[in-house]
């Protein structure tokens, strides 16, 4: 009895003192977070999600721009600027002194010797999916999820990904109460300087959010590589009577070169009311935080109109 | 009776042609308006004035398809008459507005109103392209010493201010990656209106200034003719000249306001009717016109034909791929009938500033100046004490890191330059001209075009794939500018010539390629632009390699290049062999330009600035030069680098667009001394 009331107590006491000597470490792990760097603005949006500030954002200056960023948490963390997305700063990236680095394939591959010898690196397809049917929105979550699973953060992303569905569970339901049936939508962007739009097709990431709003998309286009077809003004009259959702940036674009034109104001979706312009501080080619950002907005301005 | 049969004849023929000018045209015309609308000819027509309030093709027709039929109408004839005139005023078949730094100085224009606001206060959105253009074909003109230069002059300056105004419109372009997807959107030329306000001010511009030139045609027959026998007939030179230059920048800047740029129109149309025989100015000015709309509108209906089933093309791709083998048709025949005057590099007089040992020790103090600048700035300027440390092994491991790339990037520019500057020295020595650089006669230009090339189109091959495709284009366009110009009876000039024209066509081939592959901006400008960005120690080794290989044999050949300035009879009186000389010089120059295209992309000016810099230091023989100007041009591809990666930190410049944009006063130096 004694013996093993002896064995007991010397196992009791190695266990208690192994999960002692461990328990502070795991809690270490919890608590300090890992130094991230994000070259492209969505895995900023993800490190975001999953309760980390990055310790560098590459455009920094224009991510604060954007409307899912709280420009004072950024600032009170001290996130530098890591040059431009395309060619970040290594100096700089080596300055923040990063344990993960996060990019995009199509603008970091050619450097990522030189990015996995600073700290490790993950690069991802970005919207970047070719003319393939991939689901963008899919991909984003994807990402996420392997993200959170990298470092030790699954039940966090878990956590993001269940929000975003709430949220947009939310969203649709007072947009179906007040339709009815789905409405027809085009989401487009207006490049500066130039007379063509870019119209999204249906597995582009703001076109899948939209989806998820209970909209249906009225483009049936092939994706140049990013998700868009780009096309001259004429093809806007074969678009009928639709929910045109329009991103335009700066004072010289397609939008405020076409506005001006009495055919404009004969389309249908003009004529109609249902054009809406857009700003790019609702981005949508981001992660969760952008995506609630982008769909919270559009459902306001539907819910207005 | 026989000469009035063949007066017949030759009427009949030259009736035939306009007919067939005409109907061609007016043909693409109606097709280009009626694709894709059920409309006849009548609706078309009514639809100019006014649109048909309950009639969608009606509404269409006059709101959007007619201003652009316009707007490709205007292009064509107005590039089409600006090449004309270029070509009459400097006597070069391949003069264009593309070549005379037109097109780049209205890039550049609507670049710095789309990025900068204050200047978008000074210059409107709508005039933005045609002050450029204006501003940058003012700047050809005077730097080439106005009225009175050589085609090769006007035509070799046109390009370096090309360059520069491109290189200053990419960063702009890179700076501001919003506004510079747009900008590279516009950059492959788009011919789509949104109202009838560009269309309809172009045409007010155009038809004035048309009427002029036909006044003029006359006085461009006898420019022809050379400018002894032109002012033995009484012309007034520079009135004649100047008309035929500023009507020409004129009409290429309303051009490019309507569609981007499209150069290849104003290349392609007034030699196509050259070739066929047509050579009076009264006739061409029309016909070339003619050609021009037809070459337009038929380009942008295939990319109307073409959007409506798949993608939105570029109109300057259609253009370009009609005008590639116009431009090896050119310039085969230039090398058969050229006789353009060479013009010798002026030796620089100027007594010696400095003797041997001063200046030695100064390129010396030079380099190492300039290394450790390069060292020292960056992201963040580092303190000597910090540098030390780190050439003592001695740094901590984020610094050590930070400055071993530094290191990198510094050694690399260092080696590049100095590859880029012995090319200079070699080729100005071969082509005679004090404007021979490798990126003046298209071997940088090609170097990159091949290198994109094998990029999009055998990615499989990877970067080594990428940089043999870089050297083999350098080479390629060397042996096709010397194969072309190379030959006993040619000035060394026409070698320069045919160059350009070559640049001109690999640049913006090279632009295409990248906007129809699907770059995104920022990434496209990136591969256009030389840069030290992420190169690693087995580019250095590479470098290393070709430059220590031909140092020695570029110090062999250098103890005859004096030689080839005497004119090739003399040299080969004094025993030359000189065809093998010149293709040597040649060939060699080359490689070492396009080993640096192969490692950094294009880098521009450094070839051109290396030996100016190094004969006003020391001027002597071509082998007294080879040392400075391989030191020179190492020094300022360091210091190019070093102000890439430091004035916008973190932001970077890629020291290809920063030696374009120093560049551009000391060749205006140059070419005012010269």
């Given at each position: 009895?004694?013996?093993?009331?002896?064995?007991?107590?010397l196992?009791?006491?190695?266990?208690g003192?192994?999960?002692y000597?461990?328990?502070?470490r795991?809690?270490m792990?919890?608590?300090?977070?890992p130094?991230v760097?994000?070259?492209?603005w969505?895995?900023?949006?993800?490190?975001?999600?999953?309760?980390?500030i990055?310790v560098g954002?590459?455009?920094?200056?224009e991510y604060?721009?954007?409307?899912?960023?709280?420009?004072?948490?950024?600032e009170?963390?001290?996130?530098?600027?890591?040059?431009?997305?395309?060619?970040?700063?290594?100096?700089a990236?080596?300055?923040?002194?990063?344990?993960?680095?996060?990019?995009v394939?199509?603008?970091?591959?050619r450097?990522q010797?030189?990015?996995?010898q600073?700290?490790?690196?993950?690069?991802?397809?970005?919207?970047?999916?070719?003319?393939?049917?991939?689901?963008?929105?899919?991909?984003?979550?994807?990402?996420l999820?392997?993200?959170?699973e990298?470092?030790?953060r699954?039940d966090a992303?878990?956590?993001a990904?269940?929000?975003?569905?709430?949220?947009?569970?939310?969203?649709?339901?007072?947009l179906?109460s007040?339709?009815g049936?789905?409405?027809?939508?085009?989401?487009?962007?207006?490049?500066?300087?130039?007379n063509n739009?870019?119209?999204f097709?249906s597995?582009?990431?703001p076109v899948?959010l939209?989806?998820?709003l209970?909209?249906?998309?009225?483009?049936?286009?092939?994706s140049?590589?990013?998700?868009?077809?780009?096309?001259?003004?004429?093809?806007?009259?074969?678009l009928?009577?639709?929910?045109?959702?329009?991103?335009a940036?700066?004072?010289d674009n397609?939008?405020t070169?076409l506005a001006?034109n009495?055919?404009w104001?004969?389309?249908?979706?003009v004529?109609?009311?249902?054009?809406?312009?857009l700003t790019?501080?609702d981005?949508?080619?981001?992660?969760?935080?952008a995506?609630q950002?982008?769909?919270?907005?559009?459902?306001?301005?539907?819910?207005?109109? | 009776?026989?000469i009035?049969s063949?007066?017949?004849?030759?009427?009949a023929?030259r009736a035939?042609?306009?007919?067939?000018?005409?109907?061609?045209?007016?043909?693409?015309v109606?097709?280009?308006?009626?694709?894709?609308?059920?409309?006849s000819?009548?609706t078309?027509?009514?639809?100019?004035?006014s649109?048909?309030v309950?009639?969608?093709a009606?509404?269409?027709?006059?709101?959007?398809?007619l201003?652009?039929?316009?707007?490709?109408?205007?292009?064509?004839?107005?590039?089409?008459?600006?090449g004309?005139?270029?070509?009459?005023?400097?006597?070069?078949p391949l003069?264009?507005?593309?070549?005379?730094?037109?097109?780049?100085?209205a890039?550049?224009f609507?670049?710095?109103v789309?990025?900068?606001?204050?200047?978008?206060l000074?210059?409107?959105?709508t005039?933005?392209a045609t002050?450029g253009?204006?501003?940058?074909?003012?700047?050809?003109?005077l730097?080439?010493?106005?009225?009175?230069?050589?085609?090769?002059?006007?035509?070799?300056?046109?390009?370096?201010?090309?360059?520069m105004?491109g290189?200053?419109?990419?960063?702009?372009?890179?700076?501001?990656?919003?506004?510079?997807a747009s900008?590279?959107?516009?950059?492959?030329g788009?011919?789509v209106?949104?109202?009838?306000?560009a269309?309809?001010?172009?045409?007010?511009?155009?038809?004035?200034?048309f009427?002029?030139?036909?006044?003029f045609?006359?006085?461009?027959d006898?420019?022809?003719?050379?400018?002894?026998?032109?002012?033995?007939?009484?012309?007034?030179?520079?009135?004649?000249?100047?008309?035929?230059?500023?009507?020409g920048v004129?009409l290429?800047?309303?051009?490019?306001t309507?569609?981007?740029?499209?150069?290849?129109?104003?290349?392609?149309?007034p030699?196509?009717?050259?070739?066929?025989?047509?050579?009076?100015?009264?006739?061409v000015?029309?016909?070339?016109?003619?050609?021009?709309?037809?070459?337009?509108?038929?380009?942008?209906?295939?990319?109307?034909l073409?959007?409506?089933?798949?993608i939105?093309?570029?109109?300057?791709?259609?253009i370009?791929?009609?005008?590639?083998?116009?431009?090896?048709?050119?310039a085969?025949?230039?090398?058969?009938?050229?006789?353009?005057?060479?013009?010798?590099?002026?030796?620089?007089?100027t007594?010696?500033?400095f003797?041997?040992?001063?200046?030695?020790?100064?390129?010396?103090?030079?380099?190492?100046?300039?290394?450790?600048?390069?060292l020292?700035?960056g992201n963040r300027?580092?303190s000597?004490?910090?540098v030390?440390?780190?050439?003592r092994?001695?740094?901590?491991?984020?610094?050590?890191?930070?400055?071993?790339?530094?290191?990198?990037?510094?050694?690399?520019?260092?080696?590049?330059?100095?590859?880029?500057?012995?090319?200079?020295?070699?080729?100005?020595?071969?082509?005679?001209?004090?404007?021979?650089?490798?990126?003046?006669?298209?071997?940088?230009?090609?170097?990159?075009?091949?290198?994109?090339?094998?990029?999009?189109?055998?990615?499989?091959?990877?970067?080594?794939?990428?940089?043999a495709?870089?050297?083999?284009?350098?080479?390629?366009?060397?042996v096709?500018?010397?194969?072309?110009?190379?030959?006993q009876?040619?000035?060394?000039?026409?070698?320069?010539l045919i160059?350009l024209?070559l640049?001109?066509?690999?640049?913006?081939a090279?632009?295409?390629?990248?906007?129809?592959?699907?770059?995104?901006?920022?990434?496209?400008?990136?591969?256009?632009?030389?840069?030290?960005?992420?190169?690693?120690?087995?580019?250095l080794?590479?470098?290393?390699v070709?430059?220590?290989?031909?140092?020695?044999?570029?110090?062999?050949?250098?103890?005859?290049t004096d030689?080839?300035?005497?004119?090739?009879?003399?040299?080969?009186?004094?025993?030359l062999?000189?065809q093998?000389t010149e293709?040597?010089?040649?060939?060699?120059g080359?490689?070492?330009?396009s080993?640096?295209?192969?490692?950094?992309?294009?880098v521009?000016?450094?070839?051109?600035m290396?030996?100016?810099a190094?004969?006003l230091l020391?001027?002597?023989r071509?082998?007294?030069?080879?040392a400075?100007?391989?030191i020179?041009?190492?020094?300022l591809?360091?210091?190019a680098?070093?102000?890439?990666?430091?004035?916008?930190?973190?932001?970077e410049?890629?020291?290809?667009l920063?030696?374009?944009?120093?560049g551009?006063?000391?060749?205006?130096?140059v070419?005012?001394r010269a």
């Open positions: 009895m004694t013996t093993f009331g002896r064995r007991q107590f196992a009791g006491l190695c266990a003192s192994c999960s000597a461990l328990a502070p795991r809690l792990a919890e608590t300090s977070p130094r760097v994000a070259l492209e969505r895995y900023a949006d993800n490190a975001r999600s999953l309760g980390i990055p954002i590459a455009d920094l200056a604060l721009k954007q409307a899912s960023v709280d420009r004072k948490v950024l009170a963390a001290g996130t530098m600027d890591m040059g431009r997305r395309q060619e970040p700063s290594l100096e990236i080596i300055a923040a002194k990063p344990d993960l680095i996060l990019g394939k199509f603008r970091h591959e450097i010797p030189q990015l996995s600073i700290s490790e690196t993950v690069l991802y397809n970005y919207t970047q999916t070719g003319n393939g049917k991939s689901d963008q929105l899919e991909l984003m979550i994807d990402e999820r392997q993200f959170g990298k470092i030790g699954s992303a878990k956590n990904i269940g929000g975003l569905d709430g949220f947009l569970a939310k969203q649709a339901g007072r179906a007040k339709y049936k789905p409405q027809r939508i085009v989401f487009a962007q207006f490049p500066g300087g130039v739009v870019r119209l097709t597995h582009s990431l899948r939209l989806d998820r209970g909209l249906e998309n009225a483009w049936e286009g092939p140049e590589g990013f998700g868009f077809t780009t096309v001259g003004p004429e093809r806007l009259l074969t009928g009577d639709v929910t045109f959702l329009g991103v940036v700066g004072s397609s939008y070169r001006k009495p055919l104001q004969g389309l249908p979706f004529r109609s009311g249902k054009f809406v312009a790019d501080v981005w949508p080619f981001g992660g969760i935080p995506a950002a982008f769909t919270g907005k559009i459902t306001e301005i539907l819910l207005q109109g | 009776m026989s009035s063949s007066d017949e004849e030759r009427f023929w035939a042609m306009i007919a067939a000018c005409v109907g061609i045209a007016l043909g693409l109606y097709l280009h308006a009626a694709a894709g609308i059920d409309g000819i009548s078309i027509l009514n639809s100019i004035f649109a048909q309950n009639d969608p009606g509404m269409m027709l006059h709101y959007l398809r201003p652009r039929t316009l707007a490709a109408i205007l292009t064509g004839a107005c590039l089409a008459t600006a004309t005139l270029f070509q009459a005023a400097t006597r070069n003069a264009s507005p593309g070549i005379l730094g037109v097109t780049a100085g890039q550049l609507v670049a710095l789309a990025v900068v606001p204050a200047f978008a000074i210059v409107p959105h005039l933005a002050m253009g204006l501003v940058a074909g003012g700047i050809t003109w730097v080439s010493g106005g009225s009175g230069a050589g085609p090769v002059r006007i035509a070799l300056s046109g390009m370096a201010v090309s360059l105004a290189a200053a419109a990419a960063a702009l372009a890179l700076l501001d990656e919003t506004s510079g900008l590279n959107l516009w950059g492959g788009s011919l209106q949104t109202d009838w306000s269309s309809v001010g172009a045409l007010i511009g155009f038809l004035p200034a009427l002029v030139t036909l006044i045609a006359r006085q461009l006898i420019l022809l003719l050379g400018d002894d026998t032109a002012r033995m007939l009484g012309q007034n030179l520079l009135l004649v000249r100047g008309v035929a230059l500023g009507l004129w290429s800047a309303l051009a490019v309507l569609a981007g740029p499209v150069v290849f129109v104003g290349l392609v149309a030699n196509l009717l050259r070739l066929a025989g047509v050579s009076r100015h009264i006739l000015l029309p016909l070339a016109a003619l050609v021009g709309i037809a070459l337009t509108v038929g380009a942008d209906l295939l990319v109307l073409l959007s409506a089933s798949t939105e093309l570029p109109v300057g791709v259609p370009a791929l009609v005008g590639a083998p116009v431009l090896v048709m050119l085969w025949s230039q090398a058969r009938e050229s006789r353009a005057t060479s013009e010798f590099a002026g030796r620089y007089r007594p010696s500033a003797p041997i040992v001063s200046s030695s020790v100064f390129l010396i103090m030079l380099l190492i100046t300039a290394g450790l600048i390069g020292v700035s300027l580092m000597p004490s910090e030390s440390a780190f050439l092994g001695a740094a901590p491991v984020d610094l050590h890191q930070i400055l071993e790339w530094r290191a990198l990037r510094v050694t690399g520019a260092a080696l590049g330059g100095a590859l880029l500057g012995l090319s200079g020295l070699l080729l100005q020595g071969v082509i005679r001209n004090p404007l021979a650089s490798p990126e003046l006669i298209g071997i940088t230009q090609t170097s990159g075009l091949f290198a994109v090339v094998v990029l999009l189109l055998f990615p499989e091959f990877g970067f080594l794939g990428v940089q495709g870089a050297i083999a284009g350098g080479l390629g366009a060397a096709l500018v010397a194969g072309l110009g190379l030959r009876y040619l000035a060394p000039s026409a070698m320069a160059g024209g640049a001109a066509f690999t640049a913006s090279s632009t295409a390629f990248v906007i129809v592959a699907g770059f995104q901006a920022s990434q496209a400008a990136t591969w256009l632009a030389g840069s030290t960005y992420g190169v690693s120690a087995k580019d080794i590479v470098l290393a070709a430059l220590f290989c031909l140092i020695p044999v570029a110090y062999f050949l250098l103890s005859v030689m080839l300035g005497f004119g090739r009879q003399k040299a080969s009186s004094l025993g062999n000189v093998v293709w040597a010089h040649l060939l060699i080359a490689l070492c330009a080993v640096v295209a192969a490692t950094f992309g294009p521009s000016f450094v070839g051109l290396a030996p100016h190094a004969r020391n001027p002597g071509y082998r007294d030069l080879l400075a100007s391989v020179i041009g190492a020094a591809m360091m210091i680098d070093c102000l890439g990666r430091t004035l916008f930190a973190p932001v410049i890629p020291v290809g920063m030696t374009a944009i120093i551009a006063p000391f060749i205006l130096f070419l005012r």
